[in-house]
């Protein structure tokens, strides 16, 4: 099968925002190349390793592919990409650097699985590790393991964004906890909070190929019965909730208002549905926002606080930062 490969040569700083654009144009995948510098600072604090560099990339720049399928008018998509990418430089101030586009055909199977060289197992944060499924690997006393097949569409959960909130989950989270993760993706946060003691999670994603990715890495981790996948947003979640029945927390696996909310989305996402978290969760209830971009870090702070919650901790990596809230 021919796919189209779309690369854009960018910055790290762009690198969520564009392979956003390109999943909401259909991308069938997505594959991130960072720079392999080994002048950048590393953090090495979870006993991390790194090999010489793989490519040539330069610091601070990354080089983003997107394949599509079936793709009559390339250029039309091609030209709707580089409006969204000049819009997130001029009206959002993001560094796109570069922004260089170039489109070649190439075969499915010379892409679908060449990624997966690069994912090795990863201390994310002091007790949990990522492990892709098809590496052997032998944890440690106390070592809690994720088990992942992200598949050809979604990130390998060591992303900074994604790795904040598994950090912050491994230090908010204290057993007992109905968590509701939103904009799921791979799972890999709904399986870290399950993992880690919450008594049920319900993982929510607009995408279908995400909720079958979050489906595919649940059983694979065997948490069937501590997770409930849906494809939803949390504005269903929440009509449903005040429908009310005797069937609500069958259908969701939670009963709302929860104890946790944990989303890992853009910035501009999170501030579309701030109210719904905050009616979501209970009293004293603990909001795990992720995905903010330094530049969006003040505005973000100040809907939470518009909204009525206060600010508990911030954490950051790299120029990404997670905001715990309190209700």
Known sequence: MK??????HTTEEAEEMISN??????AGGVSIEESGSLNRKRDTSLGQWYEKPLNDIPEGEAVIKGYFSEVEEVSELLASLQESVRMLKEEIGI??????????EVDEEDWANAWKQYFKPMRISERM??????????PSEGEV??????GMAFGTGTHPTTALCIRTLDSVIRGGEQVIDVGTGSGVLAIAAAKLGAKHVLALDLDPVAVSSATSNTELNQLEDAITIRESDLLQVLRLAQEGGADVEAELGVRVPVQLVVANILAEILLLFMDDVYQVLEKDGIYIASGIYIAKEAEVEQALLATGFTIQAKHRDQDWVAIVAKK
């Open 3 to 8: 796919w189209h490969e779309i690369t854009i």
């Open 21 to 26: 654009f390109l999943h909401e144009l259909g």
């Open 95 to 104: 560094d796109t650097g570069k922004a260089e586009f170039s489109v070649r």
């Open 129 to 138: 590790t990522i492990k892709p499924t098809w590496e052997a690997y032998e």
């Open 145 to 150: 393991i994720i088990e992942l097949d992200p």
